[in-house]
């Protein structure tokens, strides 16, 4: 079955270390996305990508880092740099160039950082 | 004004009623329409798209209302299983940074 992947599930670490979240999909999306959740809060956008070797910064961009070699996979970097880093991440996927191609999501990566 | 708003609730509802949400947007521009629902501490899935003719897929109705900037979500004959976050997206631009979500909106279904 194709879908998005996102690993791990849970992610512990401790402050001023950097750290990568995984995110592959087999759905043949061009467009792939990473948002950032908070208790209570709507989901926003961190980085996207509509082509591989090529993303766009979105709302939230600082203290992260994002590459996009493979269609299938675009992992995000919190960097040390990011001063609130502990959230709900998810990454997601879609048709790129149809404006009503919706958003799939992979399960999320739940980031505390201590 | 906030470019998707949403009630955020809770919604109390008995088992088997109709309940119905609404979500406004600030760009008259917008293109498309989504709602998607999330359970706690899981990632949104979508629910359905929203049309401009409306639409409908089993318990749930979607409507579109262009002159006053809004969707809606209608929920009838409501289960236990319908608990959950609603999340409202609206594609602004069209493009592929466009899309933008509301806070959600959260409904128990009271047994």
């Known amino acids: 079955d194709g879908g998005i992947t996102q690993s791990p599930k849970y992610l512990f670490r401790k402050e001023g270390q950097n750290v990568t979240l995984s995110c592959e999909q087999n759905?043949?999306?061009?467009?792939m996305y990473w948002y950032r959740q908070d208790p209570g809060q709507g989901l926003r956008l961190i980085y996207y990508?509509?082509?591989?070797?090529?993303?766009q910064k979105g709302d939230i961009a600082e203290g992260y880092s994002v590459s996009r070699e493979k269609k299938e996979s675009f992992p995000l970097t919190v960097t040390s740099a990011q001063k609130n880093p502990t959230a709900f991440y998810l990454c997601?996927?879609?048709?790129?160039?149809?404006?009503?191609?919706?958003?799939?999501f992979g399960n999320g990566t739940r980031l505390t950082v201590t | 004004r906030k470019e998707v708003e949403q009630d955020p609730g809770p919604f109390n509802v008995p088992e088997g009623a109709t309940v119905a949400f609404n979500c406004t947007y600030s760009n008259s521009a917008s293109q498309s329409f989504f709602w998607y629902r999330q359970d706690c501490r899981k990632e949104p899935k979508l629910l359905m798209s929203?049309?401009?003719s409306g639409n409908e897929d089993g318990r749930f109705t979607a409507q579109l209302n262009r002159a006053s900037q809004y969707i809606s979500l209608l929920i009838r004959d409501s289960k236990l299983s319908d608990s959950a976050t609603y999340l409202c997206v609206v594609n602004r631009r069209g493009g592929a940074d466009g899309l933008t979500f509301g806070k959600g909106t959260h409904l128990i279904i009271q047994p």
């Open positions: 997601a996927s879609r048709y790129a160039g149809e404006r009503n191609s919706p958003l799939h």
């Open positions: 990508s509509q082509i591989v070797n090529d993303f």
């Open positions: 929203v049309y401009s």
């Open positions: 759905l043949n999306h061009d467009a």
